[in-house]
């Protein structure tokens, strides 16, 4: 299973961007797609995730009504809507997902099988 995301770049504070993120090599279901970011020097943290059908929605409060989750499960995509960015947004960002066979909490990244290779993401204030 790959993930390769894309979308992300050089942007002023108040933008917005929008980051995908392709699933292939195997069919996945009942599997989460989740976005963390890594700042440098800071830990990876979460940003948001979002359930199969699409039912359920988790966000950070740092990004609570500022970032949108969705997915396209005929496209084996996710997309992270990010609006009214800020410099503290400026993180490269990862997607994840698990196998689908098993619960998992969407806010830990050591529940996730696979992950992108990250997608920088500037905002200059």
């Known amino acids: 299973v790959q993930l390769v995301e894309s979308g992300g770049g050089l942007v002023q504070a108040g933008d917005s961007l929008r980051l995908s993120c392709v699933v292939s090599g195997r069919t996945l279901r009942g599997n989460v797609m989740g976005w963390f970011r890594q700042a440098p020097g800071k830990d990876r943290e979460f940003v948001a995730a979002?359930?199969?059908?699409?039912?359920?929605?988790y966000y950070a409060d740092s990004v609570k009504g500022r970032f949108t989750i969705s997915r396209d499960n005929d496209k084996n995509t996710s997309y992270l809507q990010m609006n009214s960015l800020k410099s503290e947004d400026t993180a490269v960002y990862y997607c994840a997902t698990n196998e689908g066979t098993s619960w998992i909490q969407p806010r830990r990244a050591d529940g996730y099988d696979y992950w992108g290779q990250g997608t920088q993401v500037t905002v200059s204030s």
């Open positions: 979002i359930s199969f059908v699409g039912g359920t929605v």
